[in-house]
């Protein structure tokens, strides 16, 4: 069983629409969480980060943690056509090891 | 203020030949990474370091060699390349959003074996 299990799309939403993005995770003992965004060809940016569970919200982003359910998700408002990425769900324990999703290939349709 | 620089940003090799990606960054992170990215198999990690003279192997270590004599860089050595070793290589160092536990990443390196 893999560490993070992410749904790697892709998806396809038209402008405007709200995104849902989810990881499930097998390790309780996790408590960095983060989502980054990777475009084509280029390294991953830090996009959000949690400590623990909770929601964070910043700007059209908002990122939730459930440990009791070990879930996170991003959800994205009001997307954007520059929003198309590959969005990467990662965790840590201690902060040494990060353990990634696989990724979920998102575009927006102008 | 660079970040994290990885070069080559492109390399292909023959198989059984060596070279070494590099990664310098710039930021005074004690704590720096490497991770190859395949499809379907999302980042993994190959080796770490947190802090000079100190390495530890990752979750897919074998063919890799790092060493860590500055704070600054973190080579990545591949001794005798193989076809299974074609990948894209990010090195990462940990820092950067107000000491949080997150990685800031370079921009890749992507390396074929023929």
């Known amino acids: 069983q893999k560490e993070v299990e992410q749904d790697p799309g892709p998806l396809s939403v038209p402008e405007g629409a709200i995104v849902s993005l989810n990881c499930t995770y097998s390790?309780?003992?996790?408590?960095?969480f983060m989502w980054y965004r990777q475009y084509s060809r280029k390294g991953p940016e830090l996009l959000m980060y949690?400590?623990?569970?909770g929601n964070k919200e910043d700007g059209r982003f908002t990122a939730q943690v459930d440990k009791s359910s070990k879930y996170i998700s991003l959800f994205i408002r009001d997307s954007q056509p520059s929003d198309s990425a590959t969005y990467l769900c990662?965790?840590?324990?201690?902060?040494?090891?990060?353990?990634f999703g696989t990724g979920t290939s998102l575009t927006v349709i102008p | 203020n660079a970040g994290v620089t990885q070069t080559p940003k492109f390399q292909v090799l023959k198989t059984g030949q060596s070279m070494t990606l590099q990664c310098a960054q710039d930021m005074n992170h004690e704590y720096m990474s490497w991770y190859r990215q395949d499809p379907g198999m999302g980042l993994r990690l190959i080796h770490y370091?947190?802090?000079?003279?100190?390495?530890d192997q990752g979750e897919v270590p074998n063919g890799y060699n790092v060493s860590r004599s500055t704070t600054e860089d973190f080579p990545l050595r591949l001794l005798s390349a193989a076809p299974s070793q074609t990948s894209v290589y990010f090195c990462a160092a940990r820092g950067g959003f107000s000491g949080a536990n997150v990685l800031t990443f370079g921009a890749g390196s992507r390396l074929t074996v023929l």
């Open positions: 949690t400590y623990s569970s």
């Open positions: 390790n309780s003992a996790f408590q960095y």
């Open positions: 370091s947190v802090g000079a003279g100190i390495t």
């Open positions: 990662a965790m840590s324990e201690t902060g040494n090891q990060f353990y």
